[in-house]
């Protein structure tokens, strides 16, 4: 992709955990599983693996910590440059803490896939699947909000995430999507550690349920 299209943010596109309560932006709203979009009629552009990222950033009282997490796989369809359909899977195993260094940053890591957080072993990929798409499919220059089943710990909620910018490279037709950043609930996906949803004599020693993403995606 041309250099003028900067990286995405965030290795699926910025998974990033929130817990700051002076973090002003708002708790996406979850729904149950909706029907995937698809269509017979569109074109596959592969997502570029390599140049696209998801970030994640977590708070809690005593601080933060922040970091990436790797794509796996993924697509969108297009028909006339309309979105159709798509998806994004995420390797949770990928975590990297950039926050911290050496056997710090390898701790906290170790912590984030285990089975009192988001259990990699069970769960070792997340994925994005995008839903309610009209049938003729939504312009993809000009997008400001997609919807999406987000499956995590094998638990599916339908959310909605906002879009910064699209971008084309006229030359290649390759696009690169970037969204804003957005909270979701960890909670709502069995994420339980730390959370004062489930625990009441946590005190000062809570992580926010609040978890901060933010994606960019290149396609190739």
Same mark, same amino acid.
């Not at 599983?33 to 140049?51: W, Y």
């Not at 003729?136 to 906002?162: A, D, F, Q, R, W």
């Not at 709502?188 to 960019?216: H, T």
């Given at each position: 992709?041309?250099?003028?299209? @900067?990286?995405?943010?965030l290795g699926i596109g910025l998974l990033?955990? !929130?817990?700051?309560?002076?973090? +002003?932006?708002?708790?996406?709203?979850?729904?149950?599983? /909706?029907? %995937? !979009? @698809? !269509?017979?009629?569109?074109?596959?552009?592969?997502?570029?693996? $390599?140049?696209?990222?998801?970030?994640?950033?977590?708070?809690?009282?005593?601080g933060e910590h922040y970091g990436s997490?790797?794509?796996?796989?993924?697509?969108? =369809?297009?028909?006339?440059?309309?979105? %159709?359909?798509?998806? %994004?899977?995420? &390797?949770?195993?990928?975590?990297? %803490?950039?926050?911290?260094?050496? $056997?710090?940053? #390898?701790?906290?890591?170790?912590?984030? =896939?285990? #089975? &009192?957080?988001?259990?990699?072993? /069970?769960?070792?990929?997340?994925?994005?699947?995008?839903?309610?798409?009209?049938?003729?499919?939504?312009?993809?220059?000009?997008?400001?909000?997609?919807?999406?089943?987000?499956?995590?710990?094998?638990?599916?909620?339908? *959310?909605?995430?906002?879009?910064?910018?699209?971008?084309?490279? /006229?030359?290649?037709? +390759?696009?690169? *999507?970037?969204? +804003?950043?957005?909270?979701? &609930?960890?909670? =709502?996906?069995?994420?339980?550690?730390?959370?004062?949803?489930?625990?009441?004599?946590?005190?000062? +020693?809570?992580?926010? &349920?609040?978890?901060?993403?933010?994606?960019?995606?290149?396609?190739?």
């Amino acid at each position: 992709m041309n250099k003028n299209l @900067t990286a995405l943010i965030l290795g699926i596109g910025l998974l990033s955990l !929130s817990s700051c309560s002076g973090n +002003k932006k708002e708790t996406t709203a979850t729904q149950e599983q /909706q029907p %995937v !979009s @698809t !269509s017979s009629n569109s074109r596959t552009s592969p997502i570029d693996l $390599e140049g696209s990222t998801l970030l994640w950033k977590g708070f809690k009282p005593a601080g933060e910590h922040y970091g990436s997490i790797a794509l796996s796989d993924g697509q969108i =369809e297009l028909h006339e440059d309309k979105l %159709v359909s798509g998806f %994004v899977e995420v &390797d949770m195993g990928s975590i990297k %803490v950039t926050d911290l260094e050496g $056997e710090m940053a #390898e701790k906290l890591k170790a912590h984030l =896939e285990g #089975e &009192d957080f988001f259990d990699v072993t /069970q769960h070792p990929k997340a994925r994005f699947e995008l839903t309610d798409l009209p049938e003729e499919g939504l312009p993809l220059l000009g997008l400001t909000e997609i919807k999406g089943n987000l499956t995590l710990k094998g638990i599916v909620k339908n *959310i909605s995430i906002p879009i910064e910018d699209v971008l084309m490279d /006229q030359s290649t037709q +390759k696009y690169q *999507i970037r969204s +804003k950043k957005f909270l979701i &609930d960890r909670s =709502e996906w069995n994420v339980r550690y730390g959370s004062k949803k489930f625990f009441d004599n946590l005190a000062d +020693k809570f992580i926010n &349920d609040e978890i901060e993403l933010q994606f960019v995606l290149s396609t190739r």
